[in-house]
Structure formats: structure tokens, C-alpha cells
């Protein structure tokens, strides 16, 4: 399965170069790389994780390899006399930072794998790993501009030329931080409590933490701008804590909460108002070249692409301002077609899928909630980005998951699914053997 | 927990589905809709990046390619040029980056492959790897005839002029050219800066090089129009042969106490001569009476049947020639000049061609048209025209008279084109046809247009292989200035057809 991966990164690879130059690139050292990176982690997964799903690293490491091309191909526009224009804000080596960011991310997830053996060690560090949420959300919110506003979003930590975007750890953090309470507490949340109205409400001791550290991390985001990042904390822990309590009514109080906020955040902030401008009306009076520029670049990039797509380096990509991190689905959609952008979401989906395959199977109760929540999230980014672009909801700027540029997301990619390898690998390996011989326990026939 | 799970299965399932389905929406459905946004660069520089397909006059029988795109060594981008440039410029039009006119314009779904006939084939192309072509546009034109054309306006003095050649029993069109004119090359740079600046030159320049003036300027037809004023009084029966007498009084007096005169106040025979003799004369007079008797509606449904009052597309649009409803039409007095082609008449070069192409055939009418094929890529004939009736203008009988009394302009020793479109002008080629020397400008203060409107007879069962219509701007006497040209035109294009 790895080995088909290579190969369709090999045959996607040497489609860029015929596509931009009418000939075969050179030597395709980045798949060389990429694939010697897979076997180290396939290696460390039969190691470390013997029984678990073998489709995750799979269909991880495609998605990373097909980002690895498309950045590849977005580099090379309009440098060493390749058509089309300089992507400006591309680094002429973003390939090989990508391809680094790669090595980072599975290393992170052999180290995971190998340091996490169940998936309750998590569990010891709950609170710690709530205050490292916070911590990492708090932190562009508090240092200057300077170090941490990029394209008017403030998420970031830069120090010199290295960037980090903490808000894609602080997620995993929070996540595992959820989990551990939401086990802890999910008696008395699921049981205790008041009915108002139909609705059993917990007791505001029980709930008070996570409220906390939910209300504390929107309101960071808030003052960071950052809407893609609130709305998938909002969506993490409100699945987190259905799945957790079972009920119904916290989804429906969840949705309530969430409209009522994007309204009324709509009507505070005017970035926000203008995010639901450009959704409904992308293509009404200057907004084309104003505003909903980039948008509106995404979707004729996707036009564009029609069912089949231009063929890779073959389409216009460059003309989308961040193609390479938050619409580089549409430069999938433009050079690879519906076909491709199908294939791709497909492959999203079954990685979805596995995770909760993963969180159904496993029997303790901690790993379930942090598998399923995790899985969820997965899911919610691209969803909340390919929708985004494609049209579906108002645009907010999130990565793609695997195919962005960027180490923060990719790294914090390969942590979550070396989670859900963890768990795969508890829920499908065999029961625990109870134990049989203590000393010579002495076997007497019932007559 | 695990029905919870489920259940969050079952929601993130739905979102994927939501946008499976929005993608398809969006790349399958409402791709086309987004590609003809405006400001859509990725289609704009489309444009560049295939090859389009060649504009060619077929009308000699062989290919000659009058508008091609080539690769520009190096790149990947293609090149418009028009071999022959100004000569057809008038019906291939040009094809800038950002707009296009004439021919280009037309045909332009089917030369740049966009067209949805072509889709068939662009889809097959997609599968095996070959590269979107654009279809090729075959003309009636006949270079021999359009060079000619070109040549005679070029040489007649700089004067603003055009002139056009139709095949009668079929409408195709066989030449169309007009004067002064443009080069499409100059146009069809891919430089934007330098595109501006060739376009705001032939914007500024007086002498407007970029107005089809065969097609999109009209001018009074002058004396050309008494085939119209002829035509009504022999179908009406007011008149009922070429020999029968007619009035033509010197002066003649209008109920508005004006008068109408003949040119240079000459006495048009014994003042009642046959209405043969009154045409090949050209006598205003005569007609000016005729045109009062007939009534000015009658002379503009006679008109219409000749293709004028209304837009034609050939399938560049043509200017509608008139005999217009304006306020007090139907004063007689005035209906006297409309019937000598002057007061408000006024038409295109193309209808010029296309009153003796009505006459040529019998009466009948061919719609007149440049396209005769559009052939894809890997020959599929896409279009092919089919010849159609625009209308019964005249009675073949009608026709036949008009044909004899036409005859006698060219041939009678007294006719007004005798010296310059007849036998020994023309080198033994029998050209009927009529002249018209129309005054305009305010006090008629300006030159006069040269018009002539002229047709080769079919002979042995043949029909009749060319129509000419010619206006010459401030040229001076019809016959003087504008036949020559028809003559020029007619020779080179039978001698094409002659082997």
C-alpha cells in the first residue's frame, strides 16, 4: 500500500514536469526521501503498534505525498523559466521545508507511538495538558504583532525566520484535556443535573472547568481573529462532550450556541461581516477584484479545473493569492479536476473513518472519547476549508490537513493519527490475557 | 458511547457528502457559468495557449488562408496573423486580446473550439492527449475578386469607397472590401500597451480605417435606385413594357412649387420617350413623375422586396438600408426624389450588389452570406450553409425588362456607362448594370457619390455568375468613377473561373 503511494507520488511528480516543461524532471529526490521517511514509520508501527489499522499511515502519507507535489508544482511556477507566475509569497525552497516539516511529523509519530504505549498514559496529564492548551493559544495573543500577526491573522510565534502556529497543538492539547475530564465527570454530567424545560442541565460544578476552558480559548481566538480555529475548538467540544454524556440536547444547545455566535460576531467585528459578504455575493459589483478576490480566484481556479482538470502543471493555480496553504484544494480542483478533488475528499473521508472505526472499537472509555473527538475534528477542518473554498459555507482560514504548506499543521497531522494508530492498535489487538499462572494454581475437576 | 459515535459517524459522513456534492455542483455545473464571468484571467489567458482556427477564401476553388495562428518560436503561446492583411480586413475583422470584430467576431465560439459542437471532439482530444483546436472557417470569398476589389479602391484616388460581388443564383458573397482600411496584424499583438496605442491611433485617425463602410455606412444610392422606381411601375402595370412611353417633362413641376431638373437640364428625348430610353439616360424626371404616381408606400414595399428596411446578418450585421418612414414621407413632392434614389434613401454598398443580384436571378432574391463551411478539427464538416430566398423581389417577366433596359445602359452608344462598362471597355465581357450620381451634404455642398450597380447575364442556360454593387464617396459621376471598379472586379474573377 506504501509502495502504491510512492508510485503515485512518482507518476504525480513526473506529470508536473511534463505539464511545465514538456519533459521528465530529474532525479525525484524528494520521493526518495518521502519514501524512506514511510518505511521508518511503517517499521516503527509493526514495532510499536503492531495491530493497528493498517489503512492510517497509508492514506495519511498520500495525502502528504500528493501536498508534497502540488507545492512542488506551485515552486516552480514562473521560476527557472517555467510558465506561469511567481506564487510571491512561496519560498524557492518550500519543497525541501515541506519534505523537512514531513520528516518532523513522522518522527513526531514514531516518537508517540513509542512513548504513549495505551493511550490512558494521556490521561495522567490531563490538567497539565489543559494549562499547555491555554498556554499555546494565549501566546500570540500576548506578544506583539511583530511576532505573531501574519496576513492579519495573529496565531503565530515568530522568532527570526522560524514560525510556529500553536493553535494546531493547543487543538491536541485541548483535545486530550476534554477527554480526560469529560471520562472523569461524564457520571454526573450524564445524571445529575436539573430539567428545565425537557432539557436535563448538569451542575455547574461539573461543568464549570470545561466552560472555562472552552469560553477562555474562544475569546483568545476572538482577539487573534482566527474564526476557522474558534469554530473547530466549538465543534470539538461539543461532539466531545455528546459523546461523552449522550445526549441529544447538548447538540442541539451546541448548534444554537454556534449561530447565535457567528450572528453576533458577525455584527461586532466587520472582517467577520465581510466573510458573509463575500459567501453570498462573491461575483456582485467589485467585489471580484475587491474583497472577494481570492475567493473568487478559488472557484474559476476550480471552473477551471471542469471534470477532468488542466493535467498538474498544466492549470493556472498561481493566479490564487495562498494557494499553496489555505486554497491549495483549488489548485487540486483546477489541475486535477473533479475527478482528482473527489479522489481526494474520498480519501479524507476513509481516513475519517478509520478514526472512528478506531474510537467504536476500543473498550476504555478514555481513548474512545479522545478517538472519536479527534476523528470529528479531522473531519470539521476540512470541511469548514473545502467548503470554504468551494463555496459551500463563508470562507475561514484553516489548513488542509496534510496538504497545506506549513510544518505546525502537518506536524500536529501526524501527532493526531499517530493517536489513532494508538488506539487502532488497542482496539483491534487481542484481549488482554487474564492471568494464568500465578505460582501452580491447582485445577480441581467439579464433580 | 458507541451509539453516540455512530451517530457522529453518521454526521461527518454528511459533511463529506455536502461537499461531493458541492464540488460537482461547482466543477460540473456551474464551471460553464464561472468561465464567462468577466475578468475570469484563467479563460482570458486561455486564449493564447491554443491554436485557433484559420479563416480561408474558398471561393476560386482553392484554399488561401486569410487569418492563421501560429506557435511563436519558444513559447507556448500562439500568434494570430493575416496574410494579406488590409485586403480582407473588412470581412475577417481582427482578434485582439481583449476583443474581436467581422469574422472573428461571428465565428468566434467555433474558431477559439469553445463552441458546443466542437465539444464532442475537444473531450475526445482531452482523453487522448491531443491539444484543443479551434475549427477552420471557409468563406465564399474569391481572392481573385477581393484582390481586385482591393487594388481598384486603393487606386481610384484615396477615395472612402467599397465595394461588394455576390454570386446571384446563390447569395454567397464573392468579394467585399472597403476603403481605407486597417492592418488586423497590427491588431493582433499580444502586448497590451502597444495594442492601446495602435487602437487609439485608428480611433483618432479622420479618415475612420476601422468602418466596414460595404456593410456599416450608407449612402444615397442616387439614379441606382430607379431599378427599384422601375421595378414598382412595370409590376404594378402602370407601365407596361420597356417601350412604353412615360412622362418626362423638363422641368418637372412638384405640387410644392418646386421643380425637379435632369442632370445638367438636359431634355430627356422628345420629352414622353420610352421608359427604356429614360433609364439608359438616367432622365430624373421621369421617374420623379413615375415615383409620384406610384405613391411613396408602394416604392418602399418595392424596396423591401430588393432586401432593404431591415438588418441583415451575412453573418456580420449589415446596416439596414432605407426608404424611411420619416415624418411627411408620403409628401408627394418629396416621394418624387425618393424615386431617383435621393431625399432620405440610403443604402449600403452590399445592397448596391444585391439590386442587381435580385435582377440577375430571375427576381429572386438570395440571401446573401460569407460563411460556406465551418470544418472542425480532423475534417468533420461542422456547418455547411444552405442557400436560401430572402425574396421574390420581381416577376421573372419584370426581371427580363429590367435586364434589357440595364442592357441599353452599357450598350446603347447614349447610355450613361457606355464608355466605361461597355463592350469596349470591358473586353468583350457583357456587363448590364445602372449608374447613379447621388448629390448630399447640406445644399448638396459636397461631391457627389459615385455609385454603380452592375451584373454579368448568365448566357446558354448558365446562371448569372456575378453581381456588383459600388459606391465611391465624393467620387463625382457614377460611371466615371465607381463602374471602372465593377469592371476591375468582374474581369478578375471571370478570369479565375474561366479554366
Known amino acids: 500500500m506504501l509502495g502504491f503511494v510512492v508510485v503515485v507520488m512518482l507518476l504525480a511528480e513526473a506529470s508536473v514536469g511534463l505539464g511545465l516543461r514538456g519533459k521528465l524532471p530529474g532525479l525525484p529526490g524528494a520521493v526518495v526521501v518521502f519514501a524512506i521517511l514511510l518505511v521508518g514509520a511503517h517499521l516503527a508501527i509493526r514495532r510499536f503498534a503492531p495491530h493497528a489499522d493498517p489503512l492510517l499511515l497509508p492514506l495519511a502519507a498520500l495525502l502528504n505525498g500528493l501536498g508534497i507535489v502540488m507545492i512542488y508544482r506551485l515552486q516552480l511556477s514562473g521560476r527557472n523559466g517555467n510558465p506561469g507566475l511567481r506564487v510571491t509569497d512561496m519560498s524557492g525552497s518550500a519543497t525541501t521545508t515541506q519534505l523537512l516539516y514531513t520528516g518532523v511529523g513522522i518522527a513526531a509519530l514514531i516518537v508517540v507511538l513509542a512513548v504513549i504505549r495505551e493511550a490512558r498514559v494521556l490521561q495522567r496529564y490531563t490538567y497539565t495538558l489543559g494549562a499547555v492548551g491555554i498556554v499555546l493559544l494565549a501566546i500570540p495573543a500576548l506578544l506583539p504583532d511583530s511576532n505573531s500577526a501574519v496576513n492579519g491573522a495573529k496565531v503565530w510565534i515568530i522568532f527570526g525566520g522560524f514560525s510556529v502556529q500553536p493553535g494546531e497543538f493547543a487543538r491536541l492539547a485541548l483535545a486530550v484535556f476534554f477527554a480526560g475530564y469529560l471520562v472523569a465527570k461524564r457520571n454526573a454530567l450524564a445524571l445529575a443535573g436539573r430539567r428545565v424545560l425537557g432539557i436535563t442541565f448538569p451542575r455547574a460544578r461539573d461543568l464549570g472547568p470545561v466552560l472555562g476552558a472552552w469560553a477562555v480559548s474562544l475569546l483568545i481566538l476572538v482577539f487573534e481573529t482566527d474564526i476557522g480555529q474558534a469554530a473547530l475548538f466549538f465543534g470539538l467540544f461539543v461532539v466531545m462532550l455528546y459523546i461523552a454524556t449522550q445526549r441529544t440536547s447538548w447538540l442541539l444547545i451546541g448548534v444554537v450556541l454556534f449561530l447565535a455566535g457567528a450572528g453576533l460576531t458577525a455584527m461586532l467585528f466587520s472582517h467577520v461581516m465581510e466573510r458573509f459578504t463575500v459567501w453570498l455575493h462573491p461575483f456582485q459589483g467589485a467585489n471580484p477584484t475587491g474583497i472577494a478576490f481570492q475567493p473568487v480566484q478559488g472557484l474559476e481556479g476550480m471552473a477551471f479545473g471542469g471534470l477532468l482538470g488542466t493535467g498538474l502543471g498544466q492549470g493556472q493555480p498561481y493566479h490564487t493569492p495562498l494557494v499553496q496553504s489555505d486554497f491549495i484544494f483549488t489548485a487540486f480542483g483546477e489541475e486535477l479536476g473533479l475527478v482528482g478533488v473527489m479522489a481526494l475528499l474520498l480519501v479524507f473521508g476513509l481516513l475519517v473513518q478509520r478514526g472512528l472505526r478506531a474510537a467504536l472499537g476500543v473498550t476504555e472509555p478514555f481513548a474512545k472519547l479522545l478517538a472519536g473527538g479527534l476523528s470529528f475534528v479531522l473531519a470539521l477542518q476540512v470541511f469548514v476549508i473545502v467548503g470554504g473554498v468551494s463555496g459551500l459555507i463563508p470562507l475561514t482560514g484553516v489548513t488542509t490537513p496534510f496538504l497545506s504548506e506549513g510544518g505546525s499543521s502537518l506536524v500536529a497531522s501526524w501527532i493526531l493519527v499517530a493517536v489513532l494508530i494508538r488506539v487502532s492498535d488497542s482496539a483491534r489487538g487481542p484481549a488482554p490475557q487474564p492471568i494464568q499462572d500465578e505460582g501452580m494454581t491447582q485445577v480441581v475437576r467439579a464433580v | ?499
Open chain 2, 1 to 499: 458511547m458507541n451509539r453516540a459515535i455512530l451517530r457522529i459517524s453518521l454526521a461527518c459522513l454528511a459533511m463529506f457528502v455536502l461537499l461531493l456534492l458541492n464540488v460537482n455542483y461547482l466543477q460540473a455545473f456551474r464551471a460553464p457559468r464561472l468561465a464567462s464571468a468577466t475578468g475570469n484571467v484563467r479563460v482570458f489567458n486561455e486564449q493564447f495557449k491554443y491554436q485557433r482556427g484559420s479563416i480561408i477564401a474558398t471561393g476560386d476553388g482553392s484554399d488561401v488562408t486569410i487569418a492563421a495562428s501560429q506557435l511563436i518560436k519558444g513559447t507556448r503561446t500562439y500568434q494570430r496573423s493575416y496574410p494579406q492583411g488590409r485586403v480582407y480586413a473588412p470581412v475577417t475583422g481582427y482578434d485582439t486580446i481583449y476583443s474581436t470584430s467581422g469574422i472573428e467576431h461571428t465565428e468566434d465560439s467555433l474558431l477559439a473550439g469553445t463552441d458546443p459542437r466542437l465539444s464532442v471532439r475537444n473531450f475526445t482530444a482531452l482523453l487522448t492527449g491531443k491539444q484543443k483546436q479551434g475549427a477552420t472557417v471557409e468563406l465564399t470569398i474569391s481572392p481573385a475578386a477581393q484582390q481586385a476589389a482591393f487594388t481598384a479602391l486603393a487606386g481610384d484616388g484615396g477615395h472612402p469607397a467599397a465595394v461588394v460581388a455576390i454570386s446571384p443564383s446563390t447569395g454567397a458573397i464573392l468579394a467585399l472590401a472597403s476603403y481605407p482600411t486597417f492592418d488586423p496584424n497590427d491588431l493582433a499583438t499580444l502586448d497590451g500597451t502597444k495594442l492601446n496605442q495602435v487602437d487609439r491611433q485608428l480611433l483618432a485617425d479622420k479618415r475612420q480605417p476601422l468602418l466596414n463602410r460595404a456593410i456599416s455606412e450608407t449612402y444615397p444610392p442616387g439614379s441606382s435606385f430607379k431599378i427599384v422606381t422601375s421595378s414598382a411601375a412595370f409590376s404594378t402595370n402602370l407601365v407596361k413594357d420597356t417601350n412604353a412611353l412615360v412622362q418626362a417633362p423638363s422641368p418637372l413641376q412638384l405640387p410644392n412649387g418646386h421643380q425637379l431638373v435632369n442632370d445638367g437640364g438636359e431634355i430627356c428625348g422628345d420629352g414622353t420617350p420610352p421608359i427604356i430610353q429614360a433609364f439608359w439616360m438616367s432622365c430624373n424626371t421621369a421617374f420623379g413623375n413615375l415615383g409620384m404616381r406610384l405613391t411613396a408606400p408602394v416604392l418602399r414595399d418595392y424596396s423591401s422586396r430588393f432586401g432593404m428596411n431591415k438588418p441583415l446578418a451575412i453573418p456580420l450585421p449589415v446596416v439596414p438600408s432605407v426608404l424611411p418612414e420619416v415624418p411627411g414621407w408620403t409628401d408627394k413632392s418629396l416621394t418624387a426624389f425618393s424615386a431617383i434614389g435621393q431625399f432620405n434613401d440610403a443604402v449600403t454598398p452590399l445592397q448596391e450588389a444585391m439590386f442587381s443580384a435580385a435582377v440577375a436571378n430571375h427576381g429572386q432574391l438570395m440571401y446573401p452570406y460569407l460563411v460556406q463551411r465551418v470544418v472542425g478539427p480532423g475534417l468533420s464538416v461542422i456547418t455547411s450553409a444552405k442557400t436560401s430566398v430572402l425574396s421574390q423581389a420581381v416577376s421573372p417577366q419584370v426581371a427580363g425588362n429590367l435586364e434589357a433596359m440595364m442592357f441599353q445602359v452599357t450598350h446603347n452608344p447614349g447610355g450613361t456607362a457606355y464608355a466605361t462598362a461597355g463592350p469596349q471597355a470591358t473586353g468583350n465581357i457583357t456587363i448590364v448594370g445602372k449608374t447613379g450620381t447621388a448629390q448630399n451634404g447640406i445644399d448638396n455642398g459636397n461631391l457627389n457619390d459615385a455609385v454603380f450597380t452592375c451584373f454579368v447575364p448568365g448566357t446558354g442556360g448558365q446562371p448569372s455568375p456575378i453581381a456588383v454593387g459600388v459606391i465611391v464617396q465624393g467620387g463625382g459621376f457614377g460611371a466615371d468613377a465607381a463602374a471602372p471598379i465593377a469592371v476591375k472586379v468582374i474581369q478578375a474573377y471571370l478570369r479565375a473561373h474561366s479554366s
